[in-house]
């Protein structure tokens, strides 16, 4: 209880940016960000969007004066830099960043064209490049954190879910060399590689994810399996209210990466110490069901 405690007294007044804040686990973030006393700037692609979370704020009682709302595509020029300069003018400054944005999908790797692989990475890596940059200074003089989102599949290739460990493994890299350079200088700069997430009831996104996971599936003749959170796998929902815990935890004890379960995370350390032994095993565990 202490230790829940503290990570709640440590957010108090800090100025948070939560960049895909307005659905699924960036929303679920900024509301755990926004009750230990943060002043959070969700961001959105689009105005409902933005005005739908703020609204599933106000209902859960979370301060209104705490949590505001701005549309930005980040996948833009120039749109990092505006929501930068947005936090600055409603929130009085940049502390942190939280960075949620991304794009999971399933598909074949050979039937992915160039333009489709090309959204993926707008969507995973491109879109925090600039953000990234427009607020390093600031969160560097606050001795702040950059946390980013990235997934299991960033670290393990799973079937059917190629396109998006290529993206995700790139943002897994960028992550590395943003905290090589700017770590030295007092930044907490942490990877947080989740396997599926539950999607809250509350949540204004609740059913669209699975919908376009079963059309993608079904468009590329994949195995009804492939549709499921995970693919072929079999992880459990990851709570998301207890991984914001983890990932606020993870915060104040300024971790460098958090993979969860943790089960994957010793999968994938096989995999890097015994390459064939390893890739065998991951081929066995996620094979389509016959």
């Known amino acids: 209880m202490a230790a829940r405690a503290d990570a709640e007294k440590a957010w108090h007044g800090r100025r948070v940016i939560v960049a895909g804040g307005t659905a699924g686990f960036g929303l679920v973030l900024a509301r755990h960000l926004a009750r230990h006393g943060a002043a959070v700037l969700l961001v959105g692609r689009s105005a409902e969007g933005v005005r739908q979370a703020l609204a599933t704020c106000e209902r859960a009682g979370e301060s209104t004066a705490l949590v505001h709302g701005i549309t930005a595509d980040l996948g833009r020029a120039g749109e990092g830099n505006r929501v930068a300069g947005e936090a600055i003018r409603l929130l009085g400054g940049i502390d942190d960043l939280f960075f949620c944005v991304g794009r999971s999908g399933r598909a074949t790797i050979l039937g992915t064209s160039v333009a489709t692989l090309q959204d993926y990475l707008d969507a995973n890596l491109y879109s925090a490049v600039e953000l990234t940059q427009a607020v390093a200074a600031d969160v560097t003089r606050a001795a702040g954190h950059l946390v980013y989102i990235g997934s299991l599949a960033g670290k393990i290739v799973m079937p059917f879910m190629g396109p998006y460990s290529v993206a995700k493994s790139a943002l897994a890299a960028y992550v ?25 009831a ?21 195995p009804p399996e492939a549709a499921v959170p995970g693919g072929t796998t079999t992880l459990s929902q990851i709570d998301p209210d207890a991984l914001a815990h983890k990932i606020l935890t993870a915060c104040r004890r300024r971790t460098s990466e958090l993979v969860v379960p943790r089960k994957v995370a010793l999968l994938g350390g096989l995999i890097e110490w015994f390459p064939d032994a390893g890739r065998r095993l991951l081929a066995w565990a996620t094979r389509p069901k016959r």
């Open 202 to 222: 509350d949540d204004p996104a609740a059913d669209r994810a699975a919908e376009r996971y079963a059309a993608e599936a079904a468009a590329a003749g994949l």
């Open 176 to 200: 590395d060399a943003v905290r090589l350079e700017l770590e030295p200088r007092g930044v907490h700069v942490l990877l947080v590689s989740p396997g599926p997430i539950r999607r809250r």
